[in-house]
Nanobody
Framework: QVQLVESGGGSVQAGGSLKLSCAAS????????MAWFRQAPGKGREGVAG????????YYADSVKGRFTISHDNAKNTVYLQMNSLKPEDTAMYYC?????????????????WGQGTQVTVSS
C-alpha cells in the first residue's frame, strides 16, 4: 500500500522560508515521479515542482522557478520542497504526489497517489 506523508507546513511572513517533506513508502521509490502540487481556495490543483529520484531530473512551474527547490533523499525515501522568498500568493494546501506516469508539465490527472496535504500560509 502506497503511503505519502507530508510535513513542514506552517505560517510565515512574506519573504520567509519553509521546507516541506514527503515520506514515501509501499512502492519502488526511484521508479516514480514525485511531485508537489498546491491548491488555493477556489482554484484548481497546480503542479509546482517534480523530480524523478532515479536520475534527479526536475521540473518547476514558472510561478516558483528560482524560489523553490525540490530534492530527494533516496536513503530515507523522502522528497523535500525548499520554499524561499515566499509570497502571499503561495498560500495554499500543498500536496505530495507520486506516479510512474508523471511528466512535465505536471498534471494532477497523471498522479494516482496523494498525501493528505499540509497548509502553507504566507502573510503580507
Amino acid at each position: 500500500q502506497v503511503q505519502l506523508v507530508e510535513s513542514g507546513g506552517g505560517s510565515v511572513q512574506a519573504g520567509g522560508s519553509l521546507k516541506l517533506s514527503c515520506a514515501a513508502s509501499g512502492y519502488t521509490y526511484s521508479a516514480n515521479c514525485m511531485a508537489w502540487f498546491r491548491q488555493a481556495p477556489g482554484k484548481g490543483r497546480e503542479g509546482v515542482a517534480g523530480i524523478y529520484p532515479g536520475d534527479g531530473t526536475t521540473y518547476y512551474a514558472d510561478s516558483v522557478k528560482g524560489r523553490f527547490t525540490i530534492s530527494h533523499d533516496n536513503a530515507k525515501n523522502t522528497v523535500y520542497l525548499q520554499m524561499n522568498s515566499l509570497k502571499p500568493e503561495d498560500t495554499a494546501m500543498y500536496y505530495c504526489a507520486a506516479d510512474e506516469r508523471g511528466s512535465w508539465p505536471l498534471k494532477a490527472s497523471d498522479f494516482g497517489y496523494w498525501g493528505q496535504g499540509t497548509q502553507v500560509t504566507v502573510s503580507s
